[in-house]
């Protein structure tokens, strides 16, 4: 079982608009949920709001402008709310590094998977590939519009 999904981006924009578009709620329901209920920031439980394929609830775990935003989540799950922490989760990190005045490299990296539920691990570890794929493209698209 593969425990990590793994992308790397070069992004046509600095490394201080590139980590705003992961780390301000503003910005980061221009790409990502539809909606961000409660607070976004380092130790809070905010929730993601996907619209038909419903909410999830995650825990920020890292906020380090400009360079690294992380959280946690429960893949597999479409409609959990509760305490992250509590049960198997996976840890979402972005890291973004400086290239030139105007680009950056982000990579992503979604980790945790062979600590799932035998039942969850596969599944869980397709879906997120591809929605990586698929988001991810949509953050590129925002940053080039913005």
Not at 4 to 17: D, H, K
Request: aromatic share 12%.
């Amino acid at each position: 079982m593969q425990n990590i999904i793994q992308r790397e981006l070069t992004m046509n924009a600095s490394i201080e608009r590139t980590y705003e578009a992961i780390a301000n709620p503003e910005h980061v329901t221009k790409w990502f949920p539809e909606t961000l209920e409660g607070s976004y920031n380092t130790g809070e439980q905010p929730i993601f709001g996907f619209g038909e394929h419903g909410k999830t609830q995650i825990c920020i775990i890292a906020a380090q402008p400009y360079n690294y935003f992380a959280y946690r989540w429960v893949p597999g799950a479409n409609n959990f709310l509760g305490d992250v922490l509590t049960v198997p989760n996976t840890l979402v990190e972005f890291r973004i590094t400086k290239l030139t005045d105007a680009t950056c490299k982000v990579i992503l990296t979604e980790s945790g998977f062979a600590d799932l539920p035998t039942e969850l691990m596969e599944a869980s570890f397709k879906q997120n590939s591809g929605g990586w794929d698929f988001m991810l493209g949509r953050l590129e698209k925002y940053i080039e519009a913005s």
